[in-house]
């Protein structure tokens, strides 16, 4: 097995040394995760720091102690933490809105959309089921078969298009994909795709904290977590809008803040709990205090150097990786995985006997494994699922 480089202490090389990464100094101890479970899976659920944890501990304080206060006050402090998050993303203040979740943003996004009769809708097969599925409910689908293979961003690009019709009124397609790791909404895909007049919507849910521009697309709908990548509580996500659409906005449950519009009007939840939204900027705050470049660089790293001792696994085939990203994919053997219940199977049963969390999917003829890199990972962990992983593979 390769043995990692390490800097000296305290030190953090801009470049790792052949590839291999570094300990982010600090990193394991901004997390209170169990230190006996390797954490491979940020990208599932992401994880909370302890100071995004104590911001919102004293927000949920503030609202028991005097709760007319806290919540009178609220669509102003939304609008404040908005503002933050802007800065953030490279979005303008008034044109993004704090929802639960990317599926959330993708409901709100296609509600938002006119459809006609004969009107379809494309995604592709790399896409999160529950997007896809939301897509169903509004208009004829039809599903590009992107090759997990496919060698870099302009062979998606091209087979995005190639799947295009004179029907197709609307794009849902992964910024970066959550099985395989892939950037599909490239900026030149959208701009493709803008020139063809057909509706962007975007599904940025690993976007935010992973990526240095998440919104450079310009993409007509967009949607990304802040609790995975970007340190915030868990149920915190945004919704992007382009200005031509965002009248057309509307709340999945009208509230006293409809006057405004998008995006008060989307946000507002009368006597709900905002402390995880309020409290979302602090962990962009985090990234960008700790060296935003230097963090992406460290879990980029960190990723590739797990997948490439992974790679060393008879029938392990690494997938294309997107650059900068923190996320890595290879396909297991011909009959593993290749099911929902067996893929299920297969990662709980790592967690039981290996107390390794990674992220298993299915697909004919060999399903995936996906690994991640966060401030708070090894690179023993990943050597660790790799001496054991052969066993599980029989």
């Known amino acids: ?62 609202a028991h102690a005097d709760p ?21 993303l490279g979005a303008e203040p008034e044109g993004i809105a704090f929802v639960s ?28 089921g529950t997007v896809v599925a939301a897509a169903a409910r509004r208009a004829p689908v039809t599903t590009v078969a992107l090759d997990p293979h496919l060698p870099d961003e302009d062979a998606v690009r091209e087979a995005v298009l190639a799947a295009l019709t004179p029907r197709t009124k609307v794009a849902v397609l992964d910024h970066v994909s959550s099985p395989t790791a892939r950037i599909i909404a490239s900026p030149r895909l959208l701009a493709d795709l803008r020139e063809r ?27 990304g977590n802040l609790h995975k990548w970007g340190y915030a509580p868990s149920g915190s996500a945004v919704l992007a809008v382009a200005p031509r659409h965002r009248r057309r906005i509307r709340a999945l449950v009208p509230s006293w803040e ?25 962990g962009l705050d985090l990234i960008h205090r700790l060296d935003a470049t230097k963090v992406r660089a460290h879990d980029s790293a960190l990723a590739a150097h797990g997948a490439a001792i992974l790679a ?15 996320m890595r994919t290879l396909r297991l053997p011909p009959g593993v995985a290749e099911t929902q219940e067996a893929a299920r199977a297969l990662r709980e049963e790592l967690a039981a006997r290996l107390r390794i969390r990674v992220l298993i999917w299915p697909w004919p003829g060999g399903g995936g494994i996906r690994v991640c890199g966060q401030l708070y990972n090894r690179p023993q962990e990943y050597e660790r699922l790799a001496a054991a992983l052969p066993a599980f593979l029989g």
């Open 101 to 128: 979740n990317a599926t959330e943003g993708a409901n709100l996004a296609l509600d938002a959309i006119p459809f006609a009769e004969g009107d379809e809708i494309l995604v592709s097969d790399h896409g999160y």
């Open 68 to 88: 007319d206060a806290f919540f009178l006050a609220v669509p102003d402090r939304l609008a404040a933490a908005r503002a933050r998050i802007a800065v953030h």
């Open 1 to 62: 097995m390769t043995e990692s480089i390490r800097p000296a202490e305290g030190e953090f090389p801009g470049e790792f040394p052949a590839g291999f990464p570094a300990e982010f100094p600090g990193g394991r101890a901004l997390f209170r995760l169990d230190p006996g479970v390797a954490h491979l899976n940020h990208g599932s659920f992401g994880a909370v720091p302890i100071p995004v944890q104590e911001a919102q501990a004293a927000l949920l304080a503030q």
């Open 197 to 223: 007049g057909v509706t962007s919507v975007v599904d940025g849910a690993h976007a935010p904290g992973m990526l240095a521009d998440p919104l450079a697309g310009g993409a007509d709908f967009w949607f």
């Open 312 to 326: 060393e696994i008879p029938g392990l085939t690494p997938l294309p990786g997107g650059e900068g990203l923190a």
């Open 258 to 282: 409809d006057q405004h519009g998008f995006p008060r009007a989307v946000e507002y939840r009368a006597t709900a709990d905002y402390t995880g939204w309020l409290a979302a900027p602090e």
